[in-house]
Structure formats: structure tokens, C-alpha cells
């Protein structure tokens, strides 16, 4: 990983445009809109002190005018988001695949603005709600802009554009009452889910712990939609998108999430943020998966349906760049919240399939600004301007910035010369993919898309056994915050579609057994005049046993970089024992804090002063990964009566724990029994053990004992 000590800061070109919109108010007199010095900012104009404000005051007017009307609707969906600019760099050219500069010049530092976006909750709403994340990169290509918007998870809900707005519909809170806010759990979700379930697949993903990511810095992105390359002969190949962490795919349990939406309910953005402030820059890797057009009816599923993933062991991902974010925005606003992807912003090199929810998409996403932004002329706001040039006969409109010469708007003109004038091909201009199209016109879904069960099976049966015990505690949940019964037994029903033990478990929880058939067709997500057998899901299939690059279990374990580790301190504390343990884990990248019972500074055992990051009222165990407790009687003394929740939480979410010396009292008095058989446990253990342990996220083998523990 990169960081400020190692690298420079590469300045992209976006940076020096941006620049130039960037205002700076310091050592400048304050002026009304209109340039005018201002002397008073704090009274109204009156008749007389105790008076009637008068109407001539144009400068309370203007003030209150603007503040009338600073808010903008928020996105209908992934209204809460955090962003960050960066760049992209290619390792080495695929010509071979795709003409686009990006993918053919390897010397080009690339300049994107990303943005990490919950789905379903208003702008703010907390980042640990159990949601798909949004993974949206726009690249400003010198060819024109690239947005790649997509989502942590490798497939999507449903297949046709068209029942987005159901989708949306069903998972928003309810409309009579406005509740649940960014939140699945009613029944609403449930009820549209069971009768669609095309819906499982993603569905299962929500259940497992990719909906609830330890960082926005650790989770993966996915294009979802198999999209075309382009070369320069014209040769096109399917592809799908992939963006790998660094730092590994990792998350926190569902008890973690409700208690940091408690303590911190802006983790993600303040993680993201302080990453970046410190200089650990986050950098995802950008892989391929490539499929020649020849071999587009050789799975067994559509390329075309987004509901299906390629498994990783079918296709390989090919590594072929990184994307680096390296710069907080200067203001969320003007750049975070006004920042509008667009599916159809696409560069040579690169083109669309007949996906129908990409299809879809390609209409919703412009579609979308003009209400959100107010304008057509929202791509001459800063951060959705191209780097090159935006030239056309397209003019006027709400919020006009530019001065377009010349009195032509229009074209072919001879007045200014034909200009803007065309570009052939080969000069770089667009042409969409000739594909050859014989087909009637007709509303029905491809009955290729039948297979609702194979794929969410396929994810669960790749999954680790405490990855499997999270999916079938989050189905409870989620299920027992329903209220209708024929609800819950329609899901207990599709989920033992999936896999009957599965079901069975959470129809235990829910006090219910799992149906063996159903009354309704499950699949009313086809046309009144549908052959309704017909579209019915087809049987499962086992065409892999297992994908093991579905489960969290087999991700990068290798890194400590950012992770937060607390340092339980008081008057006293061990120095010694404090400065190995954190020189080795600042060595490695990490952040030491430390925690203390009250706020200020405390003294160590040598008598130097050190300033506390966060009092014991201030802060909560699930804001870090890791606890270290140094010895010193004293010090000891000090923290046993205040710290035993956050030991004993640390120890319920199956952390790596340190103790050296006298720290072992400390752990004495927490409900933690079995000090000796747990490999995340350190009684005087070397720096080295603790690092390891912290590297692997968590000791779930610690669960069962784990689980006991009242916190
Ligand atoms: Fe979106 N989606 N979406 N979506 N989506 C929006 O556009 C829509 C879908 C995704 O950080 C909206 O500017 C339709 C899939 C992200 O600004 C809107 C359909 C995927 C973001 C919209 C989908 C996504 C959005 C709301 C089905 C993953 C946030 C505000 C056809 C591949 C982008 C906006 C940001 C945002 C429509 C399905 C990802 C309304 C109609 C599939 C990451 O246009």
C-alpha cells in the first residue's frame, strides 16, 4: 500500500481542474453574492432597535434566500454515500481485448472519483445498516468519462430494469408509516422476495457478512452486468468487472454493525476519510473476466442475466490495474453529492450487451440528475466535467455556465466551417457494436433466465461454517421482524429451495416449519398472459460443487495496515511493555489508540506524559480490531473497574487480544475463561503472535465460548 511517507502524491489532471473551480476564503474580506463588502452579518435592518424588520434589507434577504434552498433531493436509491479521488494505472496493455486508451496505455496515471454508497437508507442513515454497497468509479479517460457503477456484491436482485421500481418500492420504508429506516427487515421486502425469486441469489449475499463490511476499504466492487470490450479490429469480447482490496474482503458480525450504529454511525465515511488523511491510501486491483463471443452459450446460465455470477473457477479474473484513491474531496457537496454516474458514459474500447437491467439503467441514471441536479447542464458541474472538452450543438437550459462563440448551434453548418466537426473511428469517434440482431418484438423474459436456486445454493455451499451460521442468523432475524405468517413460510419455502437444512434452522428460530409446497405460483414477476408453468424456477443444478473464492474464509489474512488496535491505559502503565508491542504494529501499519478512563493525558511508569485519543464514555470496543492491555499495578488498578464491557465485547466479537504483566489481572475479572486454548489470546505472547492473529480479522474458532459471554 501506498502512503504519504513513500510516495508523492500524483497530481492527475482532474486535480488541476478542479483547481480552478476551488475557492478559498482565507485572509479575504466577506462579500454578498454580488461582490459587495459586508459589515454586519449578524443584525437585520430595522425600524428602530425593537422594530420591524424592513423589507428593504437585501442583505438578510439574500442570506435567508440561500439558505432556503440549499438542499437538493437526495438519490432515490444510495442516498448515503462517502467518495475520495484517486487514479488508475495499467499494468500492461490488453489491445488484444479493448481499443480504450485505459486498457491500452500503460503510462497513464487515469484520474477517477469513487463513490462507496449504502442502498437503501435516506442520506443519514448509518453506514453498518445489512445492504448491498454501492461501488461507483468514474474515470475521466482522455477519451471521454467512463463510469463503472457498480455494486459490492457480483449480481443484482432482478433481471428486467422494469421491476426496479417494485424492488426500490418494496424495501423502502413502508409507506403508511414512513418505518423501517435502511433496513430489509418488514415485510413489505419479504412479500415482494417470496413471490419473485429471482431475487435469491442476491438476496443470500444480503444475508451473509458482504452486507456488513468491516470498511469500505475491504469490501469488493462488481460491474454485475457482463459488458463488452472492443478492440481495434472491431472484435468484441464479453467481460466482467471486478475490483480486488488490498487489504482482503473483511466484516464485522450483525451484533458489532447494531452496536456501531450506535457509537459511530458515520464509521465507514470517517474510516475511509482518516485512511486517506493519513496517508494509507485504500487500492482495489481491477480484474477481468473474459469470455470469447463463441463461447456465450457454453454456461450453464445467461451471460445475460444479472442474477448469475461466472464462478472464478470457470473464469479466471485477469489483473490488469489499480486504482488508488488518494485525496479526500474538499467538499462533500459540491463533489460528493453532486457527482452523477451514468452507465452510458462509455469509451471506445468498450460497449454494452443486451443485459435488460443494463438496458434499463442506460435511460435511469441521466434520467435521474435532472431531478436531483436541476438541470441538463449538470455535467458542467466541477466534478462531472470531462478533463477534455465538452463540445456540441446542445445549448441553453437551466444553469448555463459556459459562453459557446460563434453563431452557430447547430449541424452540418458552413458558417463556422462544419464545427464541431465529426471524428471517423479511426480518429477516435464512437460507433456502437455492429451485433446482428433477427428478432420479433415481444415482452417475456428468455427462459434461459429460469434458474432461480443453482446459483444462491452454489454461494451457500462455498461458504465456511461461521459464514453459514451468519446467513442463517441474519435469514432469523430478518424473517422474525415480519408479522405475516404466509410471508415467512413462502421465504422458509424458496430458502429450502436453497438448501434444506438452511431452512430448516431458521424455521426453528422462527418457531415455524418449512413448508413442502407452496399455494401460489412463486413467480408472479411474469406477464398476465405468461405461461405461468412455463416460467416457473427451474430445478436446481450442481454444476461446481463449490466456489471458493465466494467465501470470506480464503481472502488476503496477510495485512494490518489501518487496523485500529486499543490500548487500555492509566497513570502507571507499563512503558516497556507499551513500546514493543507498539512499535512492532506501528511497524506494520497499524493505529494505535489510547484509551484511557478519563480524557487529557496520562503518565506512564517513567513518568512521561501521554496524550489520550478517546476517554472510556467517549468510545466503544466495536470501533476497533484488536485490544492490547501493557502492565503496571497501577495502571491496572485503574482500569479493571471501567473496562470489563469492553474486554469482554472485544472478546465476543473474536478479536485478537494482548496482555503482558500485570494486563492479565485486567482479563481476570472479564467473563473470559479459557485464556489457554485460544489462538487470538496473548498472555505475555510476542508482538509477532499478535500481529498474525490480527492479520486473520478474527479467531472464529472462538465462536462457541464467544457466545456465552453476556455483553
Ligand atoms: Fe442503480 N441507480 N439502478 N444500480 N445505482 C442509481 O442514479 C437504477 C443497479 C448503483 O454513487 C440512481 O444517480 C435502475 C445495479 C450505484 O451516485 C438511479 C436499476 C447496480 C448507484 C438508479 C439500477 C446499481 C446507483 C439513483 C435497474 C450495480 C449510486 C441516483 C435497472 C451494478 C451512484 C443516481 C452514486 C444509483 C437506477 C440497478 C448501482 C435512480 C433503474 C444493477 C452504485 O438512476
Not at 385 to 404: C, F, L, S, W, Y
Request: hydrophobic share 35%; proline share 5%.
Amino acid at each position: 500500500m501506498e502512503s504519504k511517507k513513500t510516495s508523492k502524491k500524483v497530481v492527475t489532471a482532474k486535480d488541476k481542474q478542479l483547481e480552478n473551480h476551488t475557492v478559498d476564503y482565507t485572509d479575504k474580506p466577506m462579500t454578498t453574492r454580488q461582490g459587495l463588502k459586508v459589515n454586519d452579518t449578524n443584525n437585520s435592518l430595522k425600524a428602530g432597535p425593537r422594530g420591524a424588520t424592513l423589507l428593504e434589507d437585501f442583505l438578510l434577504r439574500e442570506k435567508i434566500h440561500n439558505f432556503d434552498h440549499e438542499r437538493i433531493p437526495e438519490r432515490i436509491v444510495h442516498a448515503r454515500g462517502s467518495g475520495a479521488h484517486g487514479y488508475f494505472e495499467l499494468y500492461e496493455s490488453i489491445e488484444e481485448y479493448s481499443k480504450a486508451g485505459i486498457f491500452t496505455d500503460t503510462s497513464r496515471k487515469t484520474p477517477v472519483f469513487a463513490r462507496f454508497s449504502t442502498v437503501a437508507g435516506s442520506k443519514g442513515s448509518t453506514d453498518l445498516a445489512r445492504d448491498v454497497r454501492g461501488f461507483a468509479v468514474k474515470f475521466y479517460t482522455d477519451e471521454g468519462t467512463w463510469d463503472l457503477v457498480g455494486n459490492n456484491m457480483p449480481i443484482f436482485f432482478i433481471q428486467d430494469a422494469m421491476k426496479f421500481p417494485d424492488l426500490i418500492h418494496s424495501v423502502k420504508p413502508e409507506p403508511h408509516q414512513e418505518i423501517p429506516q435502511a433496513a430489509s427487515a418488514h415485510d413489505t421486502f419479504y412479500d415482494f422476495v417470496s413471490l419473485t425469486p429471482e431475487t435469491l441469489h442476491n438476496h443470500i449475499w444480503v444475508m451473509s457478512d458482504r452486507a456488513i463490511p468491516r470498511s469500505l476499504r475491504m469490501m469488493e466492487g462488481f460491474g454485475i452486468h457482463t459488458f463488452r470490450l472492443i478492440n481495434k479490429e472491431g472484435k468484441a469480447h464479453f467481460v466482467k468487472f471486478h475490483w480486488k482490496p488490498k487489504l482482503g474482503v473483511h466484516s464485522v458480525t450483525w451484533d458489532e454493525a447494531v452496536k456501531i450504529s450506535g457509537a459511530d454511525s458515520d464509521f465507514h465515511r470517517r474510516d475511509l476519510w482518516n485512511a486517506i488523511e493519513a496517508g494509507n491510501y485504500p487500492e482495489w486491483e481491477l480484474g477481468l473476466q473474459i469470455v470469447p463471443e463463441e463461447d456465450e452459450h457454453k454456461y450453464d446460465f445467461d451471460l445475460l442475466d444479472p442474477t448469475k455470477l461466472i464462478p472464478e473457477e470457470m473464469v479466471p479474473v485477469k489483473i490488469v490495474g489499480k486504482m488508488v484513491l488518494n485525496q479526500n474531496p474538499e467538499n462533500f457537496f459540491a463533489e460528493t453529492e453532486q457527482v452523477a454516474f451514468m452507465p452510458g458514459s462509455i469509451v471506445p474500447g468498450i460497449d454494452f450487451t443486451n443485459d435488460p437491467l443494463l438496458q434499463g439503467r442506460l435511460f435511469s441514471y441521466r434520467d435521474t440528475q435532472l431531478s436531483r441536479l436541476g438541470s441538463h447542464n449538470f455535467h458542467q458541474i466541477p466534478i462531472n466535467k470531462p478533463v477534455g472538452e465538452a463540445r456540441n450543438n446542445q445549448r441553453d437550459g437551466h444553469m448555463q455556465t459556459e459562453i459557446p462563440k460563434g453563431r452557430t448551434a447547430y449541424f452540418p453548418n458552413s458558417i463556422s466551417a462544419g464545427c464541431p466537426y465529426l471524428s471517423t473511428v479511426a480518429e477516435g469517434g464512437f460507433e456502437s457494436y455492429q451485433e446482428r440482431i433477427d428478432a420479433k418484438k415481444i415482452r417475456t423474459r428468455s427462459a434461459s433466465f429460469n434458474d432461480h436456486y443453482s446459483q444462491p445454493a452454489l454461494f451457500y455451499r462455498s461458504l465456511s461454517n461461521w459464514e453459514k451460521e451468519h446467513v442463517m442468523s441474519a435469514y432469523s432475524f430478518e424473517l422474525g421482524k415480519c408479522e405475516f405468517k404466509h410471508i415467512k413460510e413462502r421465504m422458509l419455502y424458496l430458502i429450502g429451495q436453497i438448501d434444506t437444512d438452511l431452512a430448516d434452522k431458521v424455521a426453528a428460530n422462527l418457531g415455524m416449519k418449512v413448508p413442502s409446497t407452496i399455494q401460489e405460483p412463486v413467480n408472479q414477476a411474469i406477464g398476465a398472459d405468461a405461461n405461468v408453468e412455463e416460467q416457473q424456477p427451474s430445478k436446481k443444478k450442481i454444476y461446481l460443487d463449490k466456489s471458493p473464492k465466494l467465501s470470506q474464509a480464503n481472502t488476503n489474512f496477510d495485512l494490518i495496515e489501518t487496523r485500529q488496535i486499543a490500548v487500555l491505559v492509566a497513570d502507571g502503565f507499563h512503558m516497556k511493555d507499551f513500546k514493543t508491542m507498539a512499535d512492532a504494529l506501528k511497524q506494520k501499519g497499524a493505529v494505535i489508540k489510547l484509551i484511557a478512563p478519563h480524557g487529557g493525558s496520562v503518565t506512564c511508569d517513567e513518568g512521561m506524559e501521554h496524550k489520550v485519543d478517546a476517554a472510556i464514555m467517549t468510545t466503544e470496543s466495536v470501533l476497533f480490531d484488536a485490544l492490547f492491555i501493557p502492565g503496571g499495578k497501577k495502571s491496572v488498578d485503574a482500569l479493571v473497574s471501567k473496562f470489563i464491557k469492553f474486554i469482554n465485547e472485544t472478546y465476543k466479537h473474536c478479536k485478537a487480544i494482548a496482555v503482558t504483566n500485570e494486563g492479565k489481572q485486567v482479563l481476570d475479572k472479564s467473563e473470559i475463561e479459557d485464556f489457554e486454548n485460544d489462538a487470538a489470546l496473548f498472555i505475555n505472547g510476542t508482538p509477532d503472535d499478535f500481529i498474525g492473529a490480527i492479520a486473520k480479522h478474527r479467531n472464529w474458532d472462538r465462536r462457541e465460548k464467544a457466545e456465552k459471554i453476556p455483553a
